[in-house]
């Protein structure tokens, strides 16, 4: 091999014990098949199942494979930044390590990487997860597709190839959340999307559940726009335009009809709107608050525990 490959395999890891042998077998066999320099760089994000301790033994018998080890479970974001910043290719290629994207598809994305071409995304032929799942998918695309509008594409997916070039760009953005699918997608960046087989998972358990779906979808409306700043804005225009009209509807009752309704009715639905209002009010403002404050600290993304080259 070269001393700096020009193909780089990212592989985030989170407990994958059953699987990752058939995973590095597949990807060499792809990979060999290539004609080009490559490595395999697969990030252990604090499994606690034997992952690494396996991954650690393939590792002795195969020198294209590079492992990195985080101190505990950061999360699969932070665990993608960490391969990204640890691989040495000119092209880099992200993908799950469950095998639902198989490893097959890597040349067609190459192929699609033409020199007008910087970030290749994927699209699946036929989805084979879960009901819940695929509907939590499309909600969390279409919901985020209306936050950005047309001047943004927005593409979910985490099989992906890119040039080098998008990840120093991605190093650029300093927000404490990085969504790589939302940042590539933000970004603008010269790209084409492309269809690809993907496969129900074999073994093991998926790690999108669907309060990680939840969490995933309030982490792109409070770290990418300002969507629920500009929701308690219309909320309260809404209750001090329906406060003025009932104010106006009992003074004409009054005045015209001499009817003196009673107020604690009306007054306890008055209070209960308001009261609930400006608690959300105070909730949005404490995320955004509170995001303000980790990117103050300036806590690295993750925190490396040990790097086998």
Known sequence: MDKKPKISIVVPVYNEESLVEELVSRLKSVC??????????????????????????????????????????FGQQSAVLAGFRMSQGDIVVQLDS???????????????????????????????????????????????????????????SSFRAMRRSVIDKIETCRDRSRYMAVL??????????????????????????????????WD???????????????????????????MAFLLYQRIANGILIEGFVVLSAVFAFFAGVQLLSIGFLGEYLGRVHSQIQGRPDYIVEKVMD
Do not use: C
């Open 220 to 246: 792109l409306v409070t770290g990418y726009s300002s969507f629920p700043l500009r929701l308690v804005t219309y909320m309260g225009l809404f209750g001090a335009f329906m406060g003025f009209l009932m």
């Open 32 to 73: 060999d098949g290539l004609n080009r320099s490559y490595e395999i760089v697969i990030v252990d994000d604090g499994s606690d199942d034997g992952s690494f301790e396996k991954l650690k033994r393939i590792k002795e018998t195969d020198e294209a494979l590079r492992l990195i080890r985080l101190t505990r479970n």
């Open 184 to 217: 590539m997608s933000w970004m603008g960046l010269p790209s084409v999307e492309i269809e690809v087989e993907h496969h129900a998972r074999k073994k093991g358990e998926t790690k999108y559940s669907f309060l990680t779906l939840f969490k995933l979808s």
């Open 98 to 156: 469950d095998l639902q994207n198989p490893p097959e598809e890597i040349p067609k994305l190459l192929t699609a990487l033409t020199d007008d071409i910087d970030l290749v995304t994927t699209v699946h032929k036929k989805r084979q997860d879960g009901l819940l799942r695929v509907i939590g998918s499309k909600f969390l695309r279409g919901f985020g597709q209306m936050l950005f509008g047309e001047s943004v594409k927005l593409n979910l």
